[in-house]
């Protein structure tokens, strides 16, 4: 069975830091790329970053690039979401996704990733 939980939400203030994380178990674990998406009132869903597991390749929603920081901790099987300098702007609920099979998608397509979790609240207020 797969599972992906997720857990670090909270309220902060404009300026603060959250650190995000993702306990990944079963089939997931063997993932070639995992992400952090979010959804934030009134908007879509949104690749926040990813993480190739092969090459260790990163990349990041251009509004978070120097503010987050996605890592992965493979032998205890997490992903992780550094949050820093938060902004109002950063508010929603944030998933981890895992996937499994390369479907010809970037990663920041929802389409591309097979497993979700149940998602955790980030609120940042000004």
């Known amino acids: 069975q797969v599972y992906l939980v997720e857990s670090g939400g909270a309220s902060v203030q404009a300026g603060g830091s959250l650190r995000l994380s993702c306990a990944i178990s079963g089939y997931a674990k063997s993932a070639y790329l995992l992400g952090w998406f979010r959804r934030s009132p009134g908007k879509k869903r949104e690749g926040v970053a990813g993480?190739?597991?092969?090459?260790?390749?990163?990349l990041y929603l251009d509004s978070v690039k120097g503010r987050f920081t996605i890592s992965r901790d493979s032998a205890k099987a997490t992903l992780q979401l550094q949050m820093n300098s938060l902004r109002p702007e950063d508010t929603g609920m944030y998933y981890c996704?895992?996937?499994?099979?390369?479907?010809?998608?970037?990663?920041?397509?929802?389409?591309?990733?097979?497993?979700w979790g149940q998602g955790t609240q980030v609120t940042v207020s000004s």
């Open positions: 996704a895992a996937a499994m099979y390369e479907d010809g998608g970037s990663w920041n397509e929802e389409f591309e990733y097979t497993y």
């Open positions: 993480i190739y597991t092969g090459n260790g390749n990163i």
